[in-house]
């Protein structure tokens, strides 16, 4: 297992305490009235003509149920952005990052978060955790998914989106960020009045997920990390590292292996974009989230990059124990979706894909969730999910981050890419 060095993580956590006072301040908890599973249901801010029951999170990311049937959400924070993120970060706490040779600011602070709707109260668990966003605070990289196994057995990502041999081009948090933490139970379980058992520790580190990219790079692109699906499972984690194209095991002891890696600009042959002439025939294509099929192997969801053409993401399926292997375009389980964000399966088998956007290229059109129904009469699974019906159930879900089936039967989706004004979405299929 591989950790900065404490004392250069810990006067780094010393020096942006400040900026994370306000988001410490906002996670007191906010009351709700009790209904199903403990949770109201209110007309979503954003549009009335949908039904939450979350809302002021800061750029919410992965969503995921604990066993004790509370809800659990990574909030990516807003960089160092000021009083309860509402205030520009000051231009002090920003940087200027090459991202395909443009210099882009970018602004780091603690102000990531993990958020828990427990027993009709919304209030943070988790706090001061790495973030780096814009300096409004939107589009942050910071927490990305959680994913719990057993009662207070917590576990997120924390992003990058950038090259981990230049971590050191964001002082002080670089080495914080493309990790797995663990989120002890004495975080999980405080009171609301004993906040400071909720302040991130470097203690909560797992695996530096970065160094595995900077030593392996296993689709021999450019390097770059960005650990964003999470799940846990029984001997360790599985990680879907959108920024170095691969699917990685991580043990219980913090060791990182790979899974599979997918097939995309960088690799041999490169991915095909299916583009109008007129466009790139390559693209970026990245994989988003890790869950297990009802035959227990993995599922990866792919977000396509530009030109995000329509049709041509897609879902692969990694069986455990295979050895691992680039998976080609040619290799889907399914195809035919278009920027998929997230997916989870429910108890009947049915498959939620969420798709970020739609619009026959780029992001012209707002987020589905489509249900696919498999057809149990075909003889294997892939047959089932290839000729089960595909059903769009919620439209004109504007900027949709993650999706969850909850005990209740309902589906969960959160939702929002600025500082302020995120929200979990609550339908009932």
Known sequence: MSHPSRRFVVSALLTLSTVAASVLMA?????????????????CPSNPALMCVMDGLHNPRGIAFGPEGALYVAEAGCGASTSDCQVNAPLSSCIQLLFDGTLVTQCLGLTGSISRLWNGIQERVATGLPSVAARNGSNATGPTDVSLLGVGNLYATIGLRYDPTARSQFPPLGPLLAQLIHVPASAIFASSDHTPFRAFSTEWLVADLGTFEAAGNPDEGDLDSNPYGLLSVPDGWIVADAGGNSLLKIDRQGNTSLLAFFQSRGTNPPRPAFPPPSLSPVTDAVP??????????YYVSELTGVPFVDGTANVYRIVPGDPPRLFLVDDAFLTGFKMIIDMAFDDDGNLYVLEHATGAVQQTGLGVLIRVTPDKNQPDIAAQYRNGTRTTVLSGLARPMSVAVGPDGAVYISRGLAAIGGEVIRFQP
Do not use: K, Q, W
């Open 27 to 43: 996670a007191r908890p906010r009351p709700l009235v009790a209904s199903t599973l403990g949770f109201a249901e209110f007309a």
């Open 288 to 297: 988003t989230a890790v869950v297990i099929g009802p035959d227990g192997a």
